[in-house]
């Protein structure tokens, strides 16, 4: 069955510094897609960035990019030059191949504080 | 134009009451997926579709029922509310394009209910 760990409940970083938020996955399957959401206190779900299985290169979009260690079964998020308007709730979610109907499976989330 | 809609966004109902959400789609999704959120769980997979008529348990699926029978439509009934089923429920959409997995999924804007 498939996995997703996110072992910090909260945290917090100084505004313009730079965080990492830690994603762990489990699966047997060889193709799968890695992504991460963020949900700021409004509620909805909004896509940051994925990384595919077979993806060589790690994925960038603008201040967020994804550290993913295959090997480690690993999918961190790093988000550079934090800003105050990154405080949200931050989850990382797994889909298997298109043969499990493409469900997403979640972690717990990370609660990101930015401090001025 | 958001291609993926919910109601009602907030409702309380009474223990032991049907209620039904709504998901409604714009966009011809093949899949539809029912999840809620609870806190330091992330969202969990409630059902899901995979076509019209075609629908499956997730990971949470007691004491819920969903109904598909239109592409656009995706219900998601309590047969009898609980106070364990408050919660803020998501409905979320994707399409396959075959083997490639950067798709990504659009959620609606979340249901919050309360079961007093």
């Known amino acids: 069955a498939q996995k997703i760990t996110q072992t910090q409940p909260g945290m917090f970083v100084q505004e313009k510094e730079a965080v990492t938020l830690d994603c762990t996955y489990d699966t047997s399957d060889q193709s799968y897609g890695l992504f991460w959401y963020k949900q700021p206190s409004s509620g909805e779900m909004i896509f940051l960035i994925y990384q595919g299985s077979y993806d060589e290169q790690n994925a960038t979009e603008g201040r967020y990019s994804l550290n993913f260690q295959k090997a480690r079964k690993s999918a961190n998020l790093v988000i550079s030059a934090s800003q105050l308007g990154d405080s949200a709730m931050y989850f990382c979610?797994?889909?298997?191949?298109?043969?499990?109907?493409?469900?997403?499976?979640f972690g717990a989330g990370t609660r990101l504080a930015v401090h001025p | 134009d958001a291609g993926i809609t919910q109601s009602p966004r907030h409702k309380v109902t009474e223990t032991g009451t049907p209620v039904t959400l709504r998901c409604h789609q714009t966009?011809?999704?093949?899949?539809m997926y029912w999840y809620r959120q609870d806190p330091g769980h992330g969202l969990r997979l409630i059902h899901y579709s995979y076509g019209v008529k075609d629908t499956d348990k997730g990971e949470v699926s007691d004491g819920y029922s969903v109904s598909r029978s239109k592409t656009e439509d995706f219900l998601l009934t309590l047969e009898s509310a609980t106070s364990s089923q408050t919660s803020v429920y998501f409905c979320?959409?994707?399409?396959?394009?075959?083997?490639?997995?950067?798709?990504?999924?659009?959620f609606g804007s979340g249901t919050r209910l309360t079961v007093v």
């Open positions: 979610a797994m889909r298997g191949p298109p043969r499990g109907y493409n469900k997403l499976i």
């Open positions: 966009e011809n999704h093949r899949y």
């Open positions: 979320a959409i994707s399409e396959s394009r075959g083997i490639k997995l950067d798709y990504g999924y659009t």
